[in-house]
């Protein structure tokens, strides 16, 4: 018996001239790949709902429970028009599905993660701007799901909450440690190191939901950093990770809403 599924559609390859195979993130299966015979003909509706950022109902089933996953049918719940026709868009929907298809084992049900990409889709569908913004509390909520932190600026040695400069962070655990607590261990050289307000500020988007409980403006400085931090703490789970900084498009495009010369984080 077929089953239907919740998916968004992160990747779809040509397989001969009519079939595909469509690499999947499910509500009730995580990520699944699946084999869908006919779903090349053009104007056809069936590979339509299984074009890559699509969110689709599908209908199939697993022939043994090991085998590759057969898609009968498919239809288009949300095509998000707003992002396929926007470069910009394009790549910071880029950025999740290659975060996933990364960091997720297959045939993992993750229902709080497939949540928060869908939300943060739709978001991206209608918002004109702030994109970084909602990326850079994606990530957070992403890495606190998977269980990879990131934790409040306090030290791990001596319960010290840093308030400014430097600390170091293991990114495996979280953990962070003070300046003096890190000199007494021996530096650990390949533990990143970031700024104590930066890490604050990610920890607190990762409690939190897309949108947040306030409006928050973050300076060029600040939205700068925390997307380097982003790219630093999934790189370290995620090998040949391509900083989103380097990325074309993301590094022209307006970032942040300037409210003035006294411009910042509104929430601290
Ligand atoms: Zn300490």
New binding site residues.
Partial sequence: MAFERYALILRSVRYGDDDRVVTFFSLEEGLLTGFARGANATGNRFGSALSPLTFSALLGRHHTPDSLFRLHKANVIDPFSGIRNDYDKLLWAGLPVRAILSLLPPHVQEPALFELFLHYLCLLDKERERHALLWIRFSARMLRVLGFGPLAPV??????DILLGKVRFDPESGRV??R??SRMDGEKSREPVCQADILRILERFSGEDLQGSERVVLSDHQEGHLLELVDQLISWHVHHWTFSQTLPFLGKAPLSVKIGRNEHLSML
């Fill in positions: 030290c791990h040695g001596c319960g010290l440690r003070c003096d607590c």
